[in-house]
């Protein structure tokens, strides 16, 4: 048997951030991660959490209040809105951000990204913060440790590409800018590969991660992987400990301040997502192997509440399905690249338009919900798929062929015979055409007002006028991808209280017991008012638990008058 302080379960930005903040306030502190790499499903993600009121906005001349802030939850959450749970979450996002840029390696870039629901009161801009880029080199050998991102969403196996790479990279040959910017990362990943043989430029999620496991092993956090959670230690109804399986063996570990379930929700778990998620034989996840709703089980073994209406609450983004011939599939998440540029439409099984192609991915899945549809397909022309990419169909001058050949990508000369080949009604899917192309003729989407919001316009292509998300479909050859719901994350998790703290049966705190991150039920019940929805209140909370389980430690007490001064 050890001891210590607290024990963490799950290695993802809630755990981590858990175990930092509980370490800088003076508390020994343990994460145990069951799988062999650390970093769980942030190491998967965008890496930009949901932050109102930061400080980091102010670097471009933007503001924010907690008051709109509040406004814009309210109108997001509707009946929803847990002023418990909200209110703690407004009051230490801000805080937690400030003290982890003092006290880690964790810092963050503003993003003028508008809120997803941006035509309701209190929206903003920059609540989603970005993560800069990483030099993975300075984790040494447990580079090899930390989460990789999907392969799918790298080039050449392990080279990471953000945001801000995606325009210049795409104008490599067209302007100097974009060459010389393509020219310094190719140079960097070439010599990695020769070095390192990966690349160790992170970015996104990947960066944060990284951040994360980076700042953990220089603050002295104990970091166990190929550790299983098995049982909790519950004595009289507190928990104590945690009862885990490492090197082989079963380990008990006492926890003197609490235990924080922080395992990355249930994504992985065929039976829980046949018993929550709509349309489960249709659906794809994302999440990694591990996430299989370990501390769910947990929590219900001691007592918790895992709340029917809000279990099945995720993440949606729209995937499309590589199928390879030794049986495996590749999915890829349609989040914005492709879909919200200009020159593109989705189309249901009637060849009809069916939602605002730049929407975000919550609202995108969440239409296809509403209407029943498990299989849509996004189309374009071959100028569109040279400029952009169609999903695992990467932009000129890669070639599309193998794809094509592999059935991913649907290739037709002619919408008479695209419509054959996705199986939809062939006049149907010209007369969809023919009115989009009117429309966007003018720069215009008079059916779904895409580009009309602040939210699809800002993921358009800015260097397209007079409307970044809107262009006609133009001449063939034409193109289809299958999307299909899926998600990024489950986010219905275990019922706490505003400090963390694991509710009972009878809306008592189990003592000793607190969630975080995915196996939190989120405050957002299934809303998705912004990018990072789901990671900055994961952060939020592991830092608020912590806070809660350092209560009486003299640094927690200085850290409370730093705060607040």
């Given amino acids: 048997m050890i001891e210590t302080d607290i024990v963490v379960i799950g290695s993802g930005a809630a755990g981590l951030t858990a175990a930092i903040t509980a370490r800088k306030l003076g508390l020994e502190a343990l994460v145990v991660e069951k799988t062999a790499l650390f970093g769980g499903t942030t190491a998967y993600s965008g890496g930009a959490p949901w932050i109102p009121c930061n400080h980091v906005m102010k670097q471009i001349g933007l503001d924010d209040s907690r008051e709109a802030a509040e406004r814009y939850l309210r109108g997001v959450l509707g009946e929803a809105y847990r002023p418990d749970l909200v209110g703690p979450y407004l009051d230490n996002a801000p805080r937690m951000l400030q003290f982890l840029e003092r006290n880690s390696q964790v810092c963050f870039k503003p993003f003028p990204l508008p809120d997803y629901e941006s035509s309701l009161p209190g929206a903003a801009k920059c609540r989603s913060l970005l993560t800069p880029e990483f030099d993975g080199r300075l984790l040494g050998q447990r580079l090899a440790e930390l989460r990789q991102p999907l392969p799918q969403l790298m080039l050449f196996g392990s080279m990471q590409i953000e945001g801000a790479d995606i325009h210049p990279m795409r104008h490599a040959l067209k302007t100097w800018a974009g060459f010389r910017h393509t020219v310094k990362v190719m140079r960097r990943f070439v010599l990695d590969r020769l070095r390192h043989g ?313 003592p000793g017991l607190y969630a975080s991150g995915l196996d939190m039920n989120s405050i957002m019940r299934g809303r998705y008012p912004g990018g990072g929805s789901s990671i900055g209140p994961a952060m939020t909370f592991g830092y608020i638990a912590a806070r809660h389980m350092a209560q009486h430690t003299a640094k927690a007490g200085q850290h409370e008058l730093e705060a607040t001064t």
Avoid at 426 to 437: G, I, K, N, P, W
Avoid at 446 to 464: C, M, N, V
Wanted: glycine content about 12%; proline content about 6%; some cysteine.
């Fill in 198 to 510: 990966r690349g160790t430029r992170l970015v996104n999620g990947n960066a944060l991660a990284a951040r994360l496991f980076h700042s953990a092993i220089e603050a002295g956090v104990a970091l166990w992987k190929n550790t299983p959670a098995l049982e909790l230690i519950v004595e009289n109804g507190a928990v104590r400990g945690v009862v885990v399986q490492h090197d082989g063996r079963r380990v008990t570990v006492k926890a003197r301040r609490g235990v924080l379930l922080a395992t990355g929700g249930f994504g992985a778990n065929d039976k829980m997502r046949a018993k929550y998620v709509p349309s489960p034989e249709h659906h794809y996840s994302l999440q990694p192997e591990g996430n299989v709703g370990d501390g769910i089980r947990l929590g219900l073994a001691a007592g918790a509440v895992h709340d029917p209406k809000h279990a099945g609450d995720c993440i949606w983004t729209p995937v499309s399905v590589l199928r390879k011939p030794d049986g495996s599939i590749v999915k890829y998440p349609h989040i914005f690249i492709d879909r919200a540029m200009p020159g593109c439409i989705v189309v249901d099984p009637q060849g009809r338009r069916f939602v605002n192609e730049g929407a975000s991915y919550q609202t995108f899945v969440n239409t296809m919900h509403e209407r029943g549809l498990t299989e849509v397909h996004l189309i374009a022309n071959r100028d569109f798929l040279r400029k952009y990419g169609l999903g695992l169909a990467r932009p000129s001058p890669f070639s599309e062929r193998a794809l094509v050949e592999a059935g991913y990508l649907i290739e037709a000369a002619t919408l008479t015979e695209l419509a054959l080949r996705i199986g939809v009604e062939a006049r149907q899917l010209e007369a969809t055409v023919r009115r989009f192309d009117e429309g966007a003729a003018r720069g215009e989407d008079p059916e779904f007002g895409k580009g009309a919001d602040a939210h699809s316009r800002f993921r358009g292509d800015q260097t397209h006028a007079p409307n970044p998300s809107v262009a006609p479909i133009g001449e063939g050859p034409y193109y289809a991808v299958a999307l299909h719901p899926g998600d990024l994350s489950t986010v219905g998790g275990l019922e706490t209280n505003g400090s963390a703290q694991v509710l009972g049966t009878d809306g008592q705190p189990i």
